[in-house]
C-alpha cells in the first residue's frame, strides 16, 4: 500500500474510534506537507490539471449507465491504495464531477474543479459570488468519502445545511455513499444517525458543541486502546455522537476561522439559584441610581462601562446592608458595570431582538442575540456573567434560568482538532496570514469563469444619517423606475426598519430582511433579484445567499447594491458588494458613509464592530463648509476612499492581535492546567 494512503484519517485500528488531532501548541504553520507558497499565488498549474479532470469527465460522458457505475470501484480502491495527493484524486474528481453532471443536470467549471483539487490537498479557496462554491464543496466531500474518510460540510445556517444535503443526496446516492444533515431540532438518536454518514452537512455551531458533549460524556481525545475499552464498558451501549474530527469542509471559511474564532462555544446546565437572581435584580437597581459623567463614564472603543471614584464610593454606600454578595468590593464593581452595560449600551434591534411568547405553546417572551457580523439572530447564543439576565430586567420580561458551565471552547480551538481542514470564501485574501499562521491552511485565488462586468459607482459621505437616507431614497426610486433591482445593506434590525419607514414614506415597494424576519428570507431572497424590486436587508445579505435576476432585470442593468454599513473589515464589504455582477451579469454598486464622532460618546456602539470615520468627522467640524446644503460632503470619493481604508487596516490590525493574545492566553491557561491531568 502506499503511503499517502496511511495519512487518511478514518476510524479504525490506526486512528481509532474517534479520530481527532492532537492540537498544536502554538500559531505556527503546523501542518506538515505545504507546498512553497508561491505554487499558490500562481494559479496556472492548477488550471491545467482542473482542466485535466474536466477532459477526463467529458470523455466519460459516453458510458451508459451500467459502464460508468462499473468504474467507480476501481477508483474507490486507487484512492485507498495512494490517498488524496496524487493522481488517483484527480480520476475520482472527474468520475464525482461526471456523476454530478447525470443527476445535478449541470456540468462542474474548471474553476470548481479547481477549487476541488486545492480543498482536497487541505487548502482555502477564495471564490467570488456566484461561481459555485456549494458544487466545488459537494465535488470535495464526495471524492474524499470515497477514500472512506467521514466528512463534515459546514455552512452558514439551517436553512442551508438543509437545501444543499437535499440538493446534493441524489449525487451521493449514485456514488454510493449515504448523506444527511444535522439541524438544531435534532435531538441526541437523530444525530448519531445523521454523523453515521459518510457525508454530513451541518452547522459549525452544532458540530462543535456535539463535539462538546462527546468530549463530556465519553472522554474523547483518548488513546485508540483506551477508547475501545470505554466502548466496551459503556453498558447502555449509547457511544458518542460523532465519529471524530476527520475532515471538514468549510463554506465562508473567514467568517467562522476568522469572525468567530473567538466566540465562546459554552456548554451549560440550568440551576435553580434564588440568591443569584435576587444579586441581579439588585444590581440593576443600584445601576439605575448612578450618575453618567459622576459615578461613571462610557468610554474607549468599542465603549465600555466603567466606574469613576465617586461612583465606586457611592456604591459602597449603596450597597451596605444588601447582603453577603455584596461584600467583596472587586466583585460589586463587575457585577454593577455589567448592569451599566445592559442599560446604557446594549440596544435593542440592534445588538438583540425581544422575541414575543406564545401562550399556546407556553413559550415564554425571550431576549435573542443579534450576530453583528452575520445580521442573523445567534441561535442559543447568551451572555455570561448575569449580563443577559440583566437585559431581560431592561426589557421588562422574566428573568431566564441561571446557567453553570461543564465546558467551553473556542471555533478557533476547534477546528484546530480537526485532521483534514479545508474551506472557502468569497473573501480569504485579507486574512490570509492569520489562516495560514493559526490552522496551517495556504489560500489559493480562483479566477472568475467569465469576465468581471461590475462597475464601481464613486464613494460618497453624507454629514447625518437623515441625509443619507433622504438622498438614498431619491436613488432608490431612480433604479427602480429604470428596472433595476437594488439591494440596500444596513447596520443594524434598526437602521433596516428606518430606511423600510422612509421608502414607504416615498410609495417605494420594498423587502425587509432582517434577524427577525429570518424565517422569510428564502422567499426574500427569491424576489430580490426581480426587476424593479428593492430590498433592504442587513448583514444577512451578504453571506451563503445568491440572488437570481430575471431577464427583465438583466436587460436594464442587472443588481445595484448599495452600501449603507460601516464595516470594520473591507472582507465585509467585499462580501455585500459581491452580491452584484455575479457569474458575468452586469451589476454596480456604491457606499454612502457617516462619519461618527469618536468612540468616548455615549451613544457608541457596543459591538464597536463598525468604521467610526472618526478622523474625517473631526475634519469636518474644522471645515463646515464642505458640507453641502442636501447634507452631502463635498470631497474627492479617492480621499474618502483612503480615509475609510485607513480606518478599516487599523481596525483589522488590532483585531487580529487582539484574536492573538486571546488564543495565547488560551493555550496558556490550558497548559496550567497540565499537572491536574484535566485537558479542555
Keep these: 500500500m502506499n503511503t499517502a494512503a496511511l495519512h487518511l484519517p478514518v476510524p479504525g ?6 479520530p481527532e488531532r492532537p492540537e498544536p501548541p502554538g500559531g505556527r504553520s503546523w ?8 505554487t499558490l499565488r500562481w494559479p496556472g498549474a492548477w488550471r491545467r490539471r482542473a482542466q485535466a479532470v474536466w477532459d477526463q469527465a467529458a470523455q466519460w460522458q459516453a458510458l451508459d449507465s451500467k459502464a460508468f457505475a462499473a468504474l467507480r470501484e476501481a477508483l474507490q480502491q486507487q484512492l485507498l491504495r495512494e490517498g488524496l495527493d496524487g493522481a488517483a484524486a484527480a480520476q475520482a474528481l472527474a468520475y464525482v464531477a461526471e456523476a454530478a453532471r447525470r443527476t445535478q443536470g449541470r456540468q462542474a467549471y474548471v474553476t470548481q474543479l479547481m477549487a476541488a483539487l486545492a480543498l482536497l490537498r487541505g487548502h482555502l479557496a477564495e471564490m467570488a459570488t456566484g461561481e459555485g462554491k456549494s458544487l466545488a464543496a459537494a465535488l470535495t466531500a464526495g471524492v474524499a468519502a470515497l477514500a472512506g474518510i467521514p466528512v463534515h460540510v459546514l455552512t452558514a445556517n439551517d436553512y442551508l445545511v438543509q437545501r444543499d444535503a437535499e440538493t446534493f443526496t441524489p449525487l451521493y446516492r449514485l456514488l454510493h455513499l449515504r448523506c444527511a444533515w444535522v439541524g438544531a431540532r435534532h435531538d441526541e438518536a437523530e444525530r448519531r444517525q445523521a454523523y453515521a454518514a459518510d457525508v454530513v452537512y451541518v452547522t459549525a455551531r452544532e458540530a462543535a458543541f456535539d463535539y ?21 464498558a459503556d453498558h447502555d451501549g449509547a457511544g458518542p455522537v460523532l465519529r471524530g474530527l476527520c475532515m471538514a469542509v468549510i463554506d465562508e471559511a473567514d467568517s467562522i476561522l476568522i469572525d468567530e474564532a473567538q466566540m465562546p462555544l459554552v456548554l451549560s446546565r440550568e440551576v435553580v439559584d434564588p440568591a443569584a437572581r435576587a444579586f441581579l435584580w439588585q444590581a440593576w437597581a443600584l445601576s439605575g441610581r448612578l450618575v453618567l459623567g459622576h459615578d461613571f463614564a462610557l468610554q474607549g472603543q468599542p465603549a465600555r462601562a466603567a466606574l469613576l471614584p465617586a461612583g465606586l464610593e457611592r456604591l459602597a454606600r449603596l450597597a451596605t446592608g444588601l447582603g453577603p454578595l455584596w461584600v467583596n468590593a472587586q466583585h460589586r464593581a463587575e457585577t454593577v458595570v455589567t448592569a451599566l452595560t445592559a442599560r446604557h449600551l446594549l440596544q435593542r434591534d440592534r445588538d438583540y431582538v425581544l422575541v414575543p411568547g406564545d401562550p399556546a405553546q407556553r413559550k415564554k417572551p425571550e431576549i435573542a442575540i443579534v450576530d453583528v457580523l452575520s445580521g442573523r439572530i445567534a441561535e442559543g447564543r447568551r451572555w455570561s456573567r448575569g449580563l443577559h439576565g440583566l437585559v431581560a430586567l431592561k426589557e421588562g420580561i422574566q428573568l ?3 446557567s453553570e458551565t461543564m465546558l467551553q471552547m473556542t471555533y478557533q480551538r476547534f477546528f484546530r482538532r480537526y485532521h483534514r481542514l479545508c474551506g472557502m470564501s468569497g473573501t480569504l485574501a485579507e486574512g490570509r496570514t492569520e489562516l495560514r499562521q493559526l490552522y496551517g491552511c495556504t489560500m489559493l485565488r480562483v479566477p472568475l469563469r467569465l469576465p468581471d462586468r461590475s462597475s464601481a459607482w464613486p464613494l460618497r459621505c453624507y454629514a447625518d444619517d437623515a441625509s443619507r437616507q433622504r438622498a438614498a431614497v431619491v436613488r432608490i426610486q431612480a433604479l427602480a423606475a429604470s428596472g433595476r433591482p437594488v439591494l440596500v445593506g444596513c447596520d443594524s434590525v434598526a437602521a433596516s426598519e428606518a430606511m423600510g419607514a422612509a421608502l414607504a414614506a416615498a410609495g417605494v415597494a420594498h423587502q425587509v430582511l432582517h434577524a427577525r424576519l429570518d424565517a422569510a428570507e428564502a422567499a426574500i431572497v427569491a424576489r430580490a433579484g426581480v426587476h424593479g424590486q428593492v430590498t ?20 436594464a442593468g442587472g443588481l445595484h447594491v ?19 455582477a455575479r457569474q458575468g451579469q452586469p451589476g454596480s454598486h456604491e457606499t454612502w458613509l457617516v462619519p461618527r464622532p469618536p468612540a468616548a460618546a455615549g451613544t457608541d456602539e457596543a459591538g464597536g464592530s463598525g468604521a467610526r470615520l472618526s478622523g474625517l468627522h473631526r475634519l469636518l467640524r474644522l471645515l463646515p463648509g464642505r458640507v453641502r446644503t442636501d447634507g452631502r460632503v463635498a470631497l474627492p470619493p479617492a480621499l474618502l476612499a483612503w480615509a475609510l481604508r485607513r480606518e478599516q487596516a487599523r481596525t483589522e490590525r488590532l483585531q487580529a492581535r487582539r484574536r492573538q493574545q486571546l488564543f495565547q492566553h488560551d493555550i496558556r491557561f490550558d497548559a496550567s492546567l497540565c499537572f491536574t491531568g484535566q485537558r479542555r
Excluded at 562 to 580: E, I, K, P, V
Design 13 to 18: 485500528m490506526r486512528w481509532g474510534s474517534y
Design 31 to 38: 501542518r506538515r506537507g505545504l507546498p512553497l507558497p508561491f
Design 212 to 232: 462538546l458533549r462527546d468530549r463530556m460524556r465519553h472522554g474523547t481525545g483518548d488513546a485508540p486502546l483506551r477508547q475501545r475499552a470505554r466502548a466496551l
Design 400 to 402: 431566564p434560568p441561571e
Design 536 to 555: 433592504v436587508a442587513t448583514n444577512m445579505a451578504g453571506r451563503g445567499t445568491d440572488i437570481h435576476l430575471d431577464a427583465p432585470a438583466l436587460a
Design 562 to 580: 448599495l452600501s449603507c454599513q460601516h464595516n470594520a473589515s473591507r472582507r465585509h464589504d467585499r462580501q455585500l458588494s459581491g452580491r452584484a
